[in-house]
């Protein structure tokens, strides 16, 4: 009987480990498809930039990094259903204004992807915005946008394509100076919350640089305080970053539980 019950107890413990890592190779992936590295664009060669710095949409260059990434519905578009990961633009300095456009700059190949935009970095050397510049076909995902100091004119219905997902647009130049130089609707039917006289380098508007050193003090306070939990928030923000483990971890506590069970209850018989 004791015999029997020691095989029993391998047996669960055999069937655990199998399971773990059934999980931990199937289930694992699909859970850490959120923290795939995003597609950057960033090269000129993926932007179709005329001599005098209007950029105007994306080369087929980029087309051949978004097609080799991403599905497209066969609708003319690429989107983000397959969550694949999403892509990040960065504009080269040379540009000087972003052209207009009936769906905005995120075409390539007469495929757009919007949709899979999740951030927009401008210039610094950018000075115009053409009307609709931003818009997509389908939804942009950016959830805020900084305008540089230099941009003197911009268009109507900028972020017709972002009304949706754009939270906060930074604007470097003064409410004043918007008013006097940019369109009257350059938001469009956008509700983001616009900062004024945003300083980029700080990351921080100037009525939160005020604060900075207060803030600071207070977060220094709490630090001292609470090491310990910091300590583990930091061991806890690695799992987070590494689903793998995290489903390893899970496998195995998992596992440790019901062999716990099983030889409770093997004990119980052996009582009888």
Not at 109 to 115: E, H, K, P, Q, R
Not at 184 to 212: F, I, L
Not at 220 to 240: L, P
Request: proline share 2%; aromatic share 10%; charged share 20%.
């Amino acid at each position: 009987m004791q015999k029997k019950s020691i095989f029993t107890i391998l047996g669960v413990m055999l069937a655990v480990v199998v399971t773990s890592l059934a999980l931990v190779f199937t289930v694992g992936p699909k859970v850490s498809a959120d923290s795939v590295e995003p597609l950057i664009l960033e090269d000129e060669g993926d932007f179709i930039i005329s001599s005098d710095g209007v950029l105007s949409g994306f080369t087929h260059s980029a087309y051949e990094k978004i097609s080799s990434r991403f599905s497209d519905n066969r609708s003319g578009a690429f989107t983000w259903y397959n969550n694949d990961g999403v892509i990040h633009v960065v504009i080269p300095e040379t540009v000087t204004c972003v052209g207009n456009g009936i769906y905005g700059i995120f075409q390539c190949d007469n495929y757009t992807f919007g949709s899979l935009v999740t951030e927009i970095i401008l210039p610094n050397n950018l000075m115009r915005i053409g009307n609709r510049a931003f818009d997509s076909y389908y939804e942009c995902r950016i959830t805020s946008i900084v305008i540089p100091i230099n941009v003197s004119i911009v268009g109507s219905d900028v972020f017709a394509g972002c009304r949706y997902s754009l939270e906060t647009i930074y604007c470097e130049c003064s409410e004043e100076f918007a008013q006097s130089n940019w369109d009257e609707n350059w938001k469009g039917d956008c509700d983001a919350e616009v900062v004024w006289d945003y300083n980029a380098n700080n990351n921080q508007s100037g009525s939160e640089n005020q604060n900075e050193n207060t803030n600071n003090e207070n977060q220094n306070q709490e630090n001292n305080q609470n090491n310990e939990t910091a300590n583990n928030e930091v061991v806890s923000a690695e799992k987070k970053n590494n689903p793998l483990m995290a489903w390893i971890g899970g496998g195995i506590a998992a596992g440790l539980s019901v062999i716990c069970g099983v030889a409770i209850v093997v004990a119980k018989k052996r009582r009888k």
